[in-house]
């Protein structure tokens, strides 16, 4: 049974830090790049950052570059996402996620094969 678990997520100050973390398991965790996306309140669901398999390549949406890291430990099967100088318009649902092939589509929510519940975030002003 594939699942994918987020945590680590709360309630944070702007300006703050978070590292959100996202265990694998059910599925060959390696072969898979992985994304985050997001989902504030009354919007869609957005792209945040992705790694590949093997942590040779990643890609943050601008809106995070600079702030966010994502990396991987594929010997744990996790992904995280540390989120420093987070801001009120970071609040969301963040959700990671895994895709086999296609990481030229990293951006795109219905490319990815699996997902997470999700973890909330709230950043307060």
């Known amino acids: 049974q594939v699942q994918l678990v987020e945590s680590g997520g709360g309630l944070v100050q702007a300006g703050g830090s978070l590292r959100l973390s996202c265990a694998g398991s059910?599925?060959?965790?390696?072969?898979?790049?992985m994304g985050w996306f997001r989902q504030a309140p009354g919007k869609e669901r957005e792209f945040v950052a992705a790694?590949?398999?093997?942590?040779?390549?990643?890609d943050y949406a601008d809106s995070v570059k600079g702030r966010f890291t994502i990396s991987r430990d594929n010997a744990k099967n996790m992904v995280y996402l540390q989120m420093s100088v987070l801001k009120p318009e970071d609040t969301a649902v963040y959700y990671c996620?895994?895709?086999?092939?296609?990481?030229?589509?990293?951006?795109?929510?219905?490319?990815?094969?699996?997902w997470g519940q999700g973890t909330q975030v709230t950043v307060s002003s």
């Open positions: 996620a895994a895709d086999r092939t296609g990481w030229e589509n990293r951006r795109l929510e219905n490319e990815y094969d699996y």
């Open positions: 059910g599925f060959t965790f390696r072969n898979y790049y």
């Open positions: 790694i590949t398999s093997r942590s040779g390549s990643t």
